[in-house]
Nanobody, 116 residues
Framework: QMQLVESGGGLVQPGGSLRLSCAAS??????????MGWYRQAPGKQRELVARIFSTGSTDYADSLKGRFTISRDNAKQTVDLQMNSLKPEDTAVYYCNAYWATEYWGKGTLVTVSS
């Protein structure tokens, strides 16, 4: 059973940056074969895709976030990061890490609040 633990959330002013990290452990398969992703859920809204990075290294972003967010992975460290720049109040949400290979795994989330 894979465990995912997110970190790096917090309070940031509009226009600021944050870097989220997700650490994976406990998987019986190599971390490198998992497709990894970041999702977010704002208050009163459905969970939505932020970005994905596939086992091949290719990436996929929500159209509205392209150019501001960057996803990356380090297979040796079993981590996936999300660099978030030019943050806006509407980016306020709980951000969740996701892993998928036949089975889907979720972390418990980390809260990002963008406010002055």
């Amino acid at each position: 059973q894979m465990q995912l633990v997110e970190s790096g959330g917090g309070l940031v002013q509009p226009g600021g940056s944050l870097r989220l990290s997700c650490a994976a452990s406990g998987g019986i398969l190599s971390f490198s074969i998992y497709d990894m992703g970041w999702y977010r859920q704002a208050p009163g809204k459905q969970r939505e895709l932020v970005a994905r990075i596939f086992s091949t290294g290719s990436t996929d972003y929500a159209d509205s976030l392209k150019g501001r967010f960057t996803i990356s992975r380090d297979n040796a460290k079993q981590t996936v990061d999300l660099q978030m720049n030019s943050l806006k109040p509407e980016d306020t949400a709980v951000y969740y890490c996701n892993a998928y290979w036949a089975t889907e795994y979720w972390g418990k989330g980390t809260l990002v609040t963008v406010s002055s």
